[in-house]
Nanobody, 124 residues
Framework: QVRLEESGGGLVQAGGSLRLSCSAS?????MGWFRQAPGKEREFVCG????????DYADSVRGRFTVTGDYAKTTVYLQMDSLKPEDTAVYYC????????????????????WGQGTQVTVSL
C-alpha cells in the first residue's frame, strides 16, 4: 500500500499560477495528475515516468502546465500557469507502483494508488 500526500491547491485569479505537489510513501514508476470538475468525469491531466523523466499532457493543458518528478524523493510537482476558470476542479495525484512502465498511463486503470485530492479554483 502506497500512501499519497497532496498539497498546494487553492483559489487563484484567471491568468495566475499554482503549484501542486504529491509525495508517495513507497516506490513509484510513474506519477500522474487527474482532475474532476463538478458533474464531469475524472480526466487525465499529465504524468511523468520517474526513471526517464518522460512526460505526457492532455491537450487542454499542454503549454500551460508542467509536470516534474523527483525520483529520489518519490515526489511529483505540477506547475500550473495561465490558469483558466475551466481548470477549476479537484486535482488527484496517482501513482504506478505495482508494475514497471516506460510510458505515462493516461487512463485511470493504469494507476495503482490515488490521493485524496486537492481543490483548485480559478476565478474570473
Amino acid at each position: 500500500q502506497v500512501r499519497l500526500e497532496e498539497s498546494g491547491g487553492g483559489l487563484v485569479q484567471a491568468g495566475g499560477s499554482l503549484r501542486l505537489s504529491c509525495s508517495a510513501s513507497g516506490r513509484t514508476y510513474a506519477m500522474g495528475w487527474f482532475r474532476q470538475a463538478p458533474g464531469k468525469e475524472r480526466e487525465f491531466v499529465c504524468g511523468v515516468v520517474q526513471s526517464t523523466g518522460g512526460t505526457d499532457y492532455a491537450d487542454s493543458v499542454r503549454g500551460r502546465f508542467t509536470v516534474t518528478g523527483d525520483y529520489a524523493k518519490t515526489t511529483v510537482y505540477l506547475q500550473m500557469d495561465s490558469l483558466k476558470p475551466e481548470d477549476t476542479a479537484v486535482y488527484y495525484c496517482a501513482v504506478v507502483s505495482e508494475y514497471a512502465t516506460l510510458l505515462v498511463p493516461t487512463s485511470r486503470d493504469g494507476y495503482d494508488y490515488w490521493g485524496q485530492g486537492t481543490q483548485v479554483t480559478v476565478s474570473l
